[in-house]
């Protein structure tokens, strides 16, 4: 049923980099289901290389948050000008902030926007209790679109390369993908324990590593390569983000903490074995879509956030100092052996 006009659609998601890949889901479940709709997508300037070679989207417009109201007010306009200068028919705000409500107002007829969900991750957080079911985001990405009548009909997040036809290069040794750091530090498992578990890797597969991390996660990448001598390339704030993601699209298996670049890898379809720490699997941002294994531990502590912190709050920092590398790496065996 038909309940209001939807053949174009602006979506704003902004940030981060986990948020918006994990919009991409719904990007084609819209052109399949709504065939004549067209999608205009609006995100910061970071996150284009991860949208602009998205088929389903047939406009992209980009901002730096540091915009002065005058350049944000130009985008605007353009905006409008690629919708015929016309009002959009629909407004998704999957940000769902001050800025994405300044940003859409007088660009849409309707909008509707993603429930955060907030009163469920303070429950989790600061009472450790389960007020609801819980759901992934992308689910609930879907709920935000029950209006449109558009469901989830079991789509994966995805990344579409640039260079797609460039043939991978040929390996003898399996590639396992390493994203060793973290925005905060509750979410980092510790260097060295990535260095026994490459050390565990490499004794019983033939093993090269990547390892990948911004340029704050340098000294911690040099830490990791420097405690054995072990077939290692260091992309560590060395490459700017569309190379990561070539890089990351090399690997067979990828390990990573809780952050961004796991669902890069995800949407990838690389299998995963993902560290949580501070955060649990409940808030709804694991590994989606593909083959994942989550390595953590029970603490009454956890989760103590839902972003992660700068320090832990009970001093002990057990979440991850007691995940060691030995149950890593049986995790990853048991993907190894289910592929």
């Known amino acids: 049923m038909k309940l209001f006009e939807k053949n174009n659609i602006l979506i704003a998601r902004f940030s981060s980099i986990g948020d918006v890949v994990l919009t991409t889901p719904i990007l084609r479940a819209i052109k399949e289901q709504l ?56 407004a998704i705000d999957l940000q769902n902030n001050l800025r994405s409500k300044s940003l859409l107002s007088g660009l849409y007829k309707k909008k509707i926007s993603y429930n955060k969900y907030r009163l469920y991750k303070l429950s989790l957080v600061y009472l450790k209790s389960l007020i609801r079911s819980p759901k992934h985001v992308v689910d609930r990405y879907f709920e935000t679109l029950a209006e449109l009548n558009v469901v989830n009909k079991n789509y994966n997040t995805e990344i579409f390369l640039q260079n797609s036809d460039t043939p991978q290069q040929k390996n003898d040794k399996l590639i396992f993908g390493i994203a060793h750091g973290a925005q905060h530090f509750t979410k980092q498992w510790l260097p060295e324990n990535f260095a026994e578990l490459m050390k ?32 290692v390339e260091n992309f560590t704030g060395k490459l700017p983000l569309p190379n990561t993601i070539q890089k990351i699209n090399e690997c067979h298996y990828f390990i990573s903490n809780d952050t961004g670049l796991m669902h890069i890898a995800s949407a990838l379809q690389k299998p995963i074995v993902a560290i949580f720490g501070s955060t649990v699997p409940e808030l ?10 989550i390595s953590q531990i029970t603490l009454n502590c956890r989760p ?14 057990n979440c991850m100092r007691k995940i060691t590398p030995t149950q890593v790496f049986f995790d990853l065996q048991e993907l190894i052996n289910t592929k």
């Open 304 to 317: 103590c956030s839902h972003i992660g912190r700068s320090n832990c709050p009970q001093k002990h920092f």
């Open 200 to 231: 565990l890797i490499s004794s019983h597969y033939g093993a090269k590593f990547y390892l990948f991390g911004n340029k704050n996660e340098v000294d911690n990448s040099n830490l990791i390569t420097n405690l054995y001598n072990l077939n």
């Open 284 to 293: 709804g941002f694991t590994p989606y879509g593909v083959q994942y294994k």
């Open 35 to 90: 065939p004549d709709t067209k999608i205009t997508y609006l995100t910061t300037k970071p996150m284009a290389c991860l949208l602009e070679s998205n088929p389903f989207i047939d406009k992209l417009f980009v901002f730096e948050k540091s915009d002065q109201k005058d350049k944000i007010n130009f985008l605007k306009k353009e905006i409008l000008l690629a919708n015929n200068s016309q009002k959009y028919s629909i």
